[in-house]
Nanobody
Framework: QVQLVESGGGLVQPGGSLRLSCVAS????????MGWYRQAPGKQRELVADITTGGSTNYADSVKGRFTISRDNAKKTVYLQMNSLKPEDTAVYYC???????????????WGQGTLVTVSS
C-alpha cells in the first residue's frame, strides 16, 4: 500500500507565505510526476502546479510568479512554496502523484488527504 501525506497548511495573512510538503511512503518502486491541486468551497478541484521527475514544471496562470513547486526524488517528497498569498488562494490543497508500487507494473494515481490553507486578515 502506498500513501501521500501532506503538511504545512494553516492560517496566514494576505501577502504572507506558506510552504506545503507531501511525502510518499509505502511499498514504492517508483514515483513519476507529482503535483498540487486545490479545491475551494463550492468550486471544482483545479491544478495548481506539477513537476516531472526531471524537474520540468507547469503552473496555473493564477499562481505563476507567486508559487514554486519543487521535489526531492530521494526523499519522495514534493513541496509548494506559496508567496504573496491572496484570500482567493484559500482552499484545501491536495497532493497527487503517479506511483508504481513494488507489487505492480502499473502506475497508480494517488491522492493525499488534503491540507487546509486559509488566507485571511
Amino acid at each position: 500500500q502506498v500513501q501521500l501525506v501532506e503538511s504545512g497548511g494553516g492560517l496566514v495573512q494576505p501577502g504572507g507565505s506558506l510552504r506545503l510538503s507531501c511525502v510518499a511512503s509505502g511499498n514504492i518502486f517508483s514515483v513519476n510526476a507529482m503535483g498540487w491541486y486545490r479545491q475551494a468551497p463550492g468550486k471544482q478541484r483545479e491544478l495548481v502546479a506539477d513537476i516531472t521527475t526531471g524537474g520540468s514544471t507547469n503552473y496555473a496562470d493564477s499562481v505563476k510568479g507567486r508559487f514554486t513547486i519543487s521535489r526531492d526524488n530521494a526523499k519522495k517528497t514534493v513541496y509548494l512554496q506559496m508567496n504573496s498569498l491572496k484570500p482567493e488562494d484559500t482552499a484545501v490543497y491536495y497532493c497527487n502523484a503517479a506511483i508504481q508500487p513494488k507489487t505492480s507494473y502499473r502506475y497508480l494515481g494517488v491522492w493525499g488527504q488534503g491540507t487546509l490553507v486559509t488566507v485571511s486578515s
